[in-house]
């Protein structure tokens, strides 16, 4: 699979985070969203900085007035009420070389630009940050763990019924590699999760993907149908001519066992190109 060289797809927006928090930001006086709420509106209602009742004040958070601790605001709010500083805080517990936790996150958010470029950083990046290996190791076991939430809403069995989990799956999977992963989620008859698996690593622009090998996988698994995606870690999410004639070959291979290919999804950074949707993908 070769990186692809036209604009990328508008498809699929994963995630909007803002940029660094301007000077003496505080918190929105924003409503929390009623019940039942879209993502979106939850997003949008969630506020992105705050700072403490004096800024300039590096005293530990112990003493704030209670009110304002991250924790007990969660506990009275709920978690999205808070601030991603805020949230911050609570997953790092303390701060670093004299500053509070809130401010250790406000400062790692600047550095990185937004909270997925925090969470997708290397180790080596946080050099000088102030965040030593202990937080390092927290924030990647947040960001595993809500990899495998999503995961075991696919073993529910709401591939099909919310689609939107599968692409958010896999963005956490696959979209900060730095090399194309190619991977495969092979689904019952009731298109619920048999397992998600990573069958092919290449470069930073091409995998070698073997659609003999795709197959006799789905055998083993006794797989139904099947989902195929990858990643383009050039950030173009537009498929190439590689990947077009590649899908074909997939889905010759998978149709001797009577397995369709449901999709075949690519994950450029945030954007996600669906086969399926854009009508690439042909009749199963």
Same mark, same amino acid.
Not at 32 to 43: D, I
Not at 79 to 97: K, P, Q, V
Not at 190 to 215: I, K, N
């Given at each position: 699979?070769? $990186?692809?060289?036209?604009?990328?797809?508008? +498809?699929?927006? /994963?995630?909007?985070?803002?940029?660094?928090?301007?000077?003496?930001?505080? @918190?929105?006086?924003?409503?929390?969203?009623?019940?039942?709420?879209?993502? %979106?509106?939850?997003? $949008?209602? =969630?506020? @992105?900085?705050?700072?403490?009742?004096?800024? %300039?004040?590096?005293?530990?958070?112990?003493?704030?007035?209670?009110?304002?601790?991250?924790?007990?605001?969660?506990?009275?709010?709920?978690?999205?009420?808070?601030?991603?500083?805020?949230?911050?805080?609570?997953?790092?517990?303390?701060?670093?070389?004299?500053?509070?936790?809130?401010?250790?996150?406000?400062?790692?958010?600047?550095?990185?630009?937004?909270?997925?470029? *925090?969470?997708?950083?290397? =180790?080596?990046?946080?050099?000088?940050?102030? /965040?030593?290996?202990?937080?390092?190791?927290?924030?990647?076991?947040?960001?595993?763990?809500? @990899?495998?939430?999503?995961?075991?809403?696919?073993?529910?069995?709401?591939?099909?019924?919310?689609?939107?989990?599968?692409?958010?799956?896999?963005?956490?999977? *696959? @979209?900060?590699?730095?090399?194309?992963?190619?991977?495969?989620?092979?689904?019952?008859?009731?298109? =619920?999760?048999?397992?998600?698996?990573?069958?092919?690593?290449?470069? /930073?622009?091409?995998?070698?993907?073997?659609?003999?090998?795709?197959?006799?996988?789905?055998?083993?698994?006794?797989?139904?149908?099947?989902?195929? $995606?990858?990643?383009?870690?050039?950030?173009?999410?537009?498929?190439?001519?590689?990947?077009?004639?590649?899908? =074909?070959?997939?889905? %010759?291979?998978? %149709?001797?066992?009577?397995?369709?290919?449901?999709?075949? /999804?690519?994950?450029?950074?945030?954007?996600?190109?669906?086969? +399926?949707?854009?009508?690439?993908?042909?009749?199963?």
């Amino acid at each position: 699979m070769a $990186a692809p060289e036209g604009p990328a797809s508008p +498809a699929h927006p /994963l995630s909007a985070v803002p940029a660094a928090p301007p000077a003496g930001a505080t @918190r929105p006086a924003r409503s929390p969203p009623e019940a039942g709420a879209s993502t %979106a509106a939850r997003t $949008a209602a =969630r506020p @992105r900085w705050v700072s403490p009742p004096n800024a %300039a004040d590096t005293a530990g958070i112990a003493q704030w007035p209670r009110t304002e601790r991250p924790r007990e605001r969660l506990f009275r709010c709920g978690a999205g009420a808070l601030a991603d500083a805020e949230l911050l805080a609570l997953t790092l517990r303390t701060g670093s070389s004299g500053v509070h936790a809130v401010e250790l996150g406000h400062r790692l958010l600047a550095r990185f630009g937004s909270v997925r470029g *925090l969470l997708a950083a290397p =180790r080596a990046a946080f050099a000088g940050s102030g /965040l030593g290996d202990a937080k390092f190791a927290a924030l990647q076991a947040a960001v595993e763990l809500a @990899r495998r939430s999503l995961g075991e809403e696919l073993a529910a069995g709401l591939t099909l019924g919310s689609p939107r989990t599968v692409v958010e799956y896999l963005a956490l999977w *696959l @979209r900060d590699r730095p090399y194309e992963v190619f991977a495969g989620l092979f689904l019952d008859a009731q298109h =619920r999760l048999l397992a998600a698996e990573e069958l092919f690593r290449g470069t /930073l622009s091409q995998t070698a993907v073997y659609p003999r090998e795709v197959a006799r996988r789905a055998l083993e698994l006794n797989a139904a149908a099947v989902i195929l $995606a990858h990643n383009h870690p050039s950030g173009l999410a537009e498929p190439s001519a590689a990947d077009d004639a590649l899908t =074909r070959a997939l889905k %010759a291979a998978l %149709a001797q066992l009577d397995v369709p290919v449901l999709d075949h /999804l690519i994950i450029a950074g945030n954007r996600c190109y669906s086969f +399926a949707e854009r009508g690439r993908l042909g009749a199963p």
